[in-house]
């Protein structure tokens, strides 16, 4: 049974940091193409970042280009989402998705497995 558990959010006031975490377990971890999204309320859910298996490709939503860095390790199974210089436009619940592939792909509808989410909260 696949299962993806995000981790990592919180409250931080603008211009702040923080990093997510997403565990993995249940998939060979090293083949999926990983993705994290955002949803915040009233809002349809946003591609934020996105990352080959091997960590050497990335690709990031233009609103977070510069600012937030995704990474994974292999052999602890774990997808990251470092964010700095925070705003209160990045409140929202963030989830982790993996999709078998070798494309990086922004499609919710291409992912096959998703997390619970994470909530992130970002004061002015």
């Known amino acids: 049974q696949v299962q993806l558990v995000e981790s990592g959010g919180g409250l931080v006031q603008a211009g702040g940091s923080l990093r997510l975490s997403c565990a993995a377990s249940g998939r060979t971890f090293s083949r999926d193409i990983m993705g994290w999204f955002r949803q915040a309320p009233g809002k349809e859910r946003e591609f934020v970042a996105g990352i080959s298996g091997s960590g050497g490709r990335t690709y990031y939503s233009d609103s977070v280009k510069g600012r937030f860095t995704i990474s994974r390790d292999n052999a602890k199974n774990t997808l990251y989402l470092q964010m700095t210089s925070l705003k209160p436009e990045d409140t929202a619940v963030y989830v982790c998705?993996?999709?078998?592939?070798?494309?990086?792909?922004?499609?919710?509808?291409?992912?096959?497995?998703w997390g619970q989410g994470t909530q992130v909260t970002v004061s002015s």
């Open positions: 998705a993996a999709r078998t592939g070798a494309t990086i792909t922004t499609a919710t509808a291409r992912y096959d497995y």
